[in-house]
């Protein structure tokens, strides 16, 4: 199936009662910079929106109101600037900034091999992701093959990675509309995922695992067991989850209709991810520009019919399901063998080497003082994190440090659709719409 | 059943020192029970909830962290008073007041024991003088707890609008509106209960459900009486009028931060939350009277008293409708501020009139007003009545799910959408990998 066939709803079952969904008629991508979705406009165009504007008599005031940086349900340190009438939204602006911590220019000065500890808390919640990117980055540059079981390894952990980061939305998605049970559920299956996390890299966030060359270290004993239980503990609570939110009449009301977007704009605004498919558009970069081994598995790309909030809640919740299914597929093709490549030049040598081989030792020692050395070039990889397309931009002068590092962040993309989503409804569709874009503040700001 | 109501040791006539000392006892006690029992609520829902969610609750103040409350206000009371500088001052050290003493009132008129069973009506001698186990027995009782209720919107509307904050002005307008809209509804359903039982007292009301009904064994509480309905729209509206989930878009906490409460700390914050949860306890014993019989029961044995046996039956109806409370929370998202306008104006109060109506109805083909066939049986007629009152009900319905679409196809044309019917989309579609379509 292509993109644009599947823009059209295949399945034509009515129901008379939810006309609540609206389609969106064209020429609505004249609205967004009017909407504020656009934030940068010519100065042509801006006194020409400013022409435009009908002048309200002084008793139509609106209010302006900051939610954010600090309030429970913009994720973070987002800050929106509502223009309110009553309650309903006549225009937001995203304004972001507060947790700017200058990833991208650190970059630049520590080592390819120090980069994925940099990288990885940029997206917090999918750390694993960061920390592929940017090998994959350094990969292409250095031009080195990785072992088999390496990129296994990574798909098996990226896919854990998204599952968790997707149960981290369940969790707050409903939280955010009011179902504050729901996000204990959510954290106790995450919670699971991250345990697995810890017993293989050490640490529940920020791994460092996925590196240049490989991954830190191979699976630990009894890793298949541990996946294998997590894999059957998940689909019954993925049922739980529908019992409680999906079927539920208020949970549909609430998300149903609520942040339309049609695919023209999600394309004119470079959505992608779950907003992306969520308006019907079937893009997911695993499937499109496969990376790792993601063409000799066999999941479905899960889209939308109309773009709204609940679309891309039920995205989510069937990507989880599409995880499972390629994670199942990973437990049975995991081939044997080396889990980084045995490059002298880039990945250090084994420790018993160490103890018997100078050149072992200067090898050792050159990686983690100068770092290795990468060919003169650029380069940029993505890859399709839970949030949507996570790139890489890499250049190299030929020294052991980037010469610029950039991430693209599907959260920071994804920030922009907001304000047009936003736009005439009310402050609680507004929650409901920062919970569905599922924005990480870190990877927004970097 | 008799129509001169209020308690005995007031019917004399006269008020001599005992009445006012008995008078004086019973407000003390209730007060030390209502605080009691919001104290056990609030570690209740809390028990509850986290036990809903995976969590223990609390545990360490106290066995079974049942002190917990105690702590928590012990706290709030040592903590600085903040009055942000915008703030209208009076206004807002008011409105506090304003929340908390309505709460206490409303509690005054609920019967919480006393023997139902065969002559008696609930009273016991107390001190050689018979009385009623309620604070004040009001022959407007229940018209009294509705001016409560209202007026304990004036706390929270004062608190946000005095506040000089956004967030809380929004909760604010938010609470003005939803106590209006909500106010209808239960008046009605109440209106209902008032039509089968005679009395705005709450004393009547319970001895008009004593004893049972149909059967012989079904209870004759006015939920059968009414016929469920008004109980439904009651429990709903009542919930609202809490402004508890899946209602609480007054302080919505991932909208707008706390609504009314935001500015609020230390012991001020601490009326307006113990206010909250004395509400609870309220409309929950108010449920309980109206709709279940209150303090009537059946008793067992004679270990325990008669009087003691109506305490038992009213706590246990009464955790009941509790836990009812705390489920909701733990449950139900909440809703959207027109959602719940339309809940209320176009479900409920609808609904509870032509209910109220279709009662009225065969009340009067009962009480043989309506005699169409002069044979005096009543069964042609009432099915005659239920049959018009029902049709007239479907068409109201249908008239009513008429104007809505009509009013909601203009309001989307206005803004230059189109109303499309919708799919049942969990996946909507979905492709594989290689190309290949499925499902």
């Known amino acids: 199936m292509t993109a644009t066939e599947s823009e059209t709803p295949t399945q034509s079952e009515t129901r008379p009662d939810a006309d609540t969904r609206s389609d969106a008629s064209p020429g609505q991508l004249d609205r967004l910079p009017r909407r504020g979705a656009v934030l940068r406009m010519s100065e042509v165009r801006a006194a020409e929106e400013v022409a435009s504007e009908p002048l309200g008599d002084e008793n139509d005031q609106t209010m302006l109101m900051n939610m954010g940086p600090s309030h429970p349900s913009t994720h973070g340190v987002l800050r929106l600037m509502l223009e309110l009438d009553g309650e309903t939204i006549v225009r937001s602006k995203p304004v972001i900034g507060y947790l700017h911590t200058g990833m991208e220019k650190t970059g630049e000065q520590l080592t390819y091999l120090q980069g994925p500890t940099n990288v990885t808390r940029m997206d917090y919640a999918a750390p694993l992701f960061n920390e592929l990117v940017f090998s994959l980055a350094v990969e292409e540059l250095v031009g080195i093959e990785i072992p088999e079981r390496a990129t296994w390894i990574r798909m098996l952990m990226t896919e854990l990675n998204r599952i968790s980061s997707h149960l981290l939305f369940m969790a707050t998605n409903g939280m955010d509309l009011g179902a504050v049970s729901m996000m204990i559920y959510g954290w106790r299956e995450r919670e699971q995922v991250l345990r697995f996390f810890q017993k293989v890299t050490g640490l529940r966030m920020n791994h460092n695992y996925i590196r240049p060359g490989g991954v830190a270290a191979d699976l630990p004993d009894g890793w298949r067991d541990d996946v294998l239980t997590l894999m059957e503990m998940l689909p019954p609570r993925l049922e739980e989850y529908d019992t409680l939110m999906t079927g539920q009449p208020i949970w549909r009301e609430r998300l149903q209709g609520v942040g339309v977007l049609t695919p023209e704009e999600a394309l004119a605004l470079s959505a992608t991810g779950p907003v992306l498919r969520s308006t019907g558009v079937a893009w997911d970069l695993r499937r499109d520009m496969p990376y790792l081994a993601f063409d000799e598995v066999d999941f479905d790309v899960v889209v939308g019919s109309y773009g709204d909030s609940f679309d891309r809640y039920a995205i989510r919740l069937n990507e989880i399901r599409e995880s499972i299914r390629i994670v199942n597929q990973i437990l049975d093709k995991m081939p044997p063998g080396d889990y980084r490549a045995q490059d002298a030049k880039v990945t250090p040598p084994p420790r018993a080497r160490i103890d018997e081989s100078m050149e072992a030792l200067i090898h050792h020692f050159k990686i983690f003082t100068e770092g290795f050395k990468v060919p003169e070039g650029e380069v940029y990889v993505a890859v399709e994190s839970p949030r949507g397309e996570l790139g890489c931009y890499l250049v190299s002068d030929g020294g052991p440090k980037p010469y610029r590092m950039h991430i693209r962040g599907p959260s920071f993309v994804n920030l922009q659709t907001m304000p047009h989503m936003m736009a005439d409804s009310l402050i609680a569709d507004a929650v409901a719409v920062i919970s569905s874009v599922d924005p990480i503040l870190g990877e927004v700001d970097r | ?439």
């Open chain 2, 1 to 439: 059943m008799t129509l001169a109501v209020g308690d005995p040791y007031l019917a004399d006539g006269t008020v001599d020192f005992g009445d006012v000392l008995l008078a004086a006892g019973k407000a003390v006690v209730a007060f030390a029970v209502l605080l009691v029992a919001v104290m056990l609520m609030v570690w209740f829902e809390r028990k509850v909830v986290g036990r809903l969610q995976n969590r223990l609750g609390p545990t360490v103040a106290g066995p079974f962290g049942l002190f917990q409350t105690l702590a928590d206000g012990i706290k709030l009371f040592f903590k600085e008073d903040i009055i942000p500088s915008r703030a209208d001052r009076f206004v807002f050290q008011l409105a506090p007041y304003l929340s908390l003493v309505p709460a206490f009132l409303t509690f005054t008129i609920i019967p919480i024991a006393g023997d139902f069973n065969g002559e008696n009506d609930g009273r016991v001698t107390m001190f050689g003088r018979e009385t009623f186990l309620q604070v004040a027995d009001l022959p407007v009782g229940i018209l009294f707890f509705l001016a409560m209720s209202s007026l304990a919107v004036y706390g929270i509307m004062l608190a946000g609008w005095s506040s000089g904050s956004k967030y809380p002005l929004l909760g604010s307008i938010r609470a003005s509106a939803q106590a209006i809209s909500y106010e209808a509804a239960l008046g009605l359903s109440l209106a209902s209960v008032l039509l089968v039982s005679g009395s705005l007292s709450t004393n009547e009301i319970v001895n008009s459900q004593a004893g049972s009904g149909f059967g012989g064994f079904v209870p004759n509480w006015n939920l059968i009486v009414t016929g469920f309905v008004p109980f439904v729209v009651f429990l709903i509206a009542g919930t609202a009028e809490l402004n508890r989930p899946p209602f609480d878009l007054v302080e919505a906490e991932q909208e707008i931060v706390g609504g009314y409460h935001t500015e609020y700390s230390s012991i001020r914050f601490a009326m307006f939350f113990l206010a909250e949860f004395m509400n609870t306890v309220t409309m929950a014993a108010i449920i309980v009277t109206l709709f279940f019989g209150g303090p009537a029961g059946p008793t067992f044995g004679s270990i325990i008293p008669g009087w003691l046996w109506g305490f038992i039956w009213f706590f246990s109806k009464l955790l009941v409708f509790l836990f009812t409370f705390v489920w909701f929370r733990a449950t139900l998202p909440r809703l959207r501020y027109d959602q719940l306008m339309d809940l209320g104006w176009k479900l409920l109060i609808p609904l509870s009139l032509g209910w109220l109506l279709l009662l009225a109805a065969i009340r009067l083909v009962r009480n043989g007003r309506i005699d169409l066939l002069d044979d005096g049986g009543l069964v042609a007629e009432t099915a005659l009545v239920i049959s018009v009152s029902v049709g007239i009900l479907l068409l109201g319905a249908f008239l009513l799910s008429m104007a809505a679409t009509a009013a909601r196809t203009e309001r989307l044309a206005s803004r230059g959408l189109t109303a499309v019917a919708v799919s049942d989309p969990v996946v909507a579609s979905s492709s594989r990998a290689d190309g290949k379509e499925v499902e």
